[in-house]
């Protein structure tokens, strides 16, 4: 089958189609990031307005690679097999956007609908670079939104182990960026001041580290890097933004690995992966090879270029559902939250 899928969860507009072998056809990605850094973050409303511009365009050049891929002169809606698209979680009116047009051209094509929650996207993300990847395996969501590890107990079989209790680890990137004036996104900046940086610098909190639990809290960290900020900028210092961006980093990273070593020894699980945008992180990613090592377990991550968000990873969901015949009717509404658990 050829399956098209669309994301618009948040701020970027992309389409993607797959192959019955998961082989991604075509998979573009229209970020409007450009029009939300002068912002410091994303604006939803202009969220929402960008994806109406852009989704028509998204589709037709996505339609139009796959083509190429497949050697014909063209591909339309009627040669697909089925429409897959995020419904949840992100911003509701932009996921509507996506969930709106999925719809319609579904309805029109007369072809049957898949919804996909963009954190199990996250998860298959991990099938990008390696086909072969499958549960069991525990996987550590860190995104824009989201900061959870959970127990991929069989596909579509999840069991959250434990989540932030307020800010996503994606979020925190982004705030110190702020603090820094580094601008948004915070992540990739963050990182590259990071790595020139000594992580040994500046002692920044652990929070939740001997909590016992495999729950997150970032915002005291947030909270902790912003006074040193203010308290060195207060005492005429000068701020060595590549040490506070590698402490910051030191802090974050010991946590996560703390805890994914625990999420590991409870569940057994053979295999670790990573998700969303936080997953491209080069620290974050050498210190879990270093673990999966010494735990002897497989670790798998997502190519660089699949960890932020994309269709393509949301097309291998919805073919895996079309597959199993589970469709979604007219009716399926963008929401802003959805329970991992409770999926199916
Ligand atoms: P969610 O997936 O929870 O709905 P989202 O889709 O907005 O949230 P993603 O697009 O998956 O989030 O990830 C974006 C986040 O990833 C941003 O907060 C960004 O700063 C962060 N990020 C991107 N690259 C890096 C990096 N190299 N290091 C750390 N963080 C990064
Ligand atoms: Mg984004
Ligand atoms: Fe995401």
């Known amino acids: 089958p050829l399956i098209l899928a669309i994301e618009s969860s948040c701020d970027e507009t992309a389409a ?40 028509c365009g998204v589709c037709d050049e996505c339609l139009d690679v796959a083509a190429q891929r497949l050697g014909m002169e063209r591909l339309t809606w009627s040669d697909l ?6 419904y949840a979680p992100g911003l509701v009116g932009a996921l509507v956007v996506g969930v ?12 049957p609908l898949v919804g ?25 969501l860190v995104s824009g939104g989201n900061t959870m590890l959970v127990h991929m107990r069989g596909w ?8 932030t209790i307020d800010d996503a680890v994606g979020e925190a990137f982004d705030k110190v960026a702020k603090a820094l004036g580094l601008g948004y996104p915070g992540g990739p900046v963050v990182s590259a001041q990071g790595a020139k940086g000594n992580p040994k610098a500046i002692e920044f909190p652990r929070a939740m580290m001997h909590s016992g639990d495999m729950r997150f809290s970032l915002s005291g960290l947030k909270t902790a890097v912003v006074t040193y900020i203010n308290n060195e900028r207060a005492a005429g210092r000068e701020l060595n933004v590549p040490d506070i961006c590698a402490s910051f980093e ?12 625990m999420a590991l020894r409870e569940t057994g699980a053979p295999t670790f992966c990573l998700g969303g ?15 999966c090592k010494k735990m002897q377990v497989r670790l798998v991550m997502p190519p660089l270029s699949a960890c932020g968000d994309n269709a393509g990873m949301i097309a291998l969901v919805a073919l895996d559902r079309f597959r199993q015949g ?9 929401q802003a939250h959805a329970d991992l658990e409770q999926e199916y």
């Open 250 to 261: 030191a802090a974050v990273v010991d946590v996560q690995v703390k805890k994914a070593e």
């Open 100 to 111: 709106a047009f999925a719809k319609g051209a579904a309805w029109a094509a007369d072809k």
């Open 81 to 86: 097999d089925g429409v897959g698209v995020t």
């Open 16 to 55: 993607a189609i797959v192959d019955g072998k998961g082989n991604l056809l075509s998979d573009v990605v229209a970020s409007q990031i450009d029009f939300h850094s002068r912002f410091g973050g994303v604006v939803p409303e202009i969220a929402s307005r960008k994806h109406i511009e852009a989704i």
């Open 116 to 140: 996909v929650n963009h954190l199990e996207g996250h998860m298959y993300a991990n099938k990008i670079g390696a086909p072969d990847f499958a549960p069991p395996a525990v996987v550590s």
């Open 277 to 291: 945008g936080v997953a491209a992180n080069p620290v974050l990613r050498a210190a879990y090879e270093k673990l």
């Open 156 to 163: 579509g079989d999840y069991r959250v182990l434990g989540a």
């Open 326 to 334: 589970k469709f979604y009717g007219l009716e399926t509404d963008a």
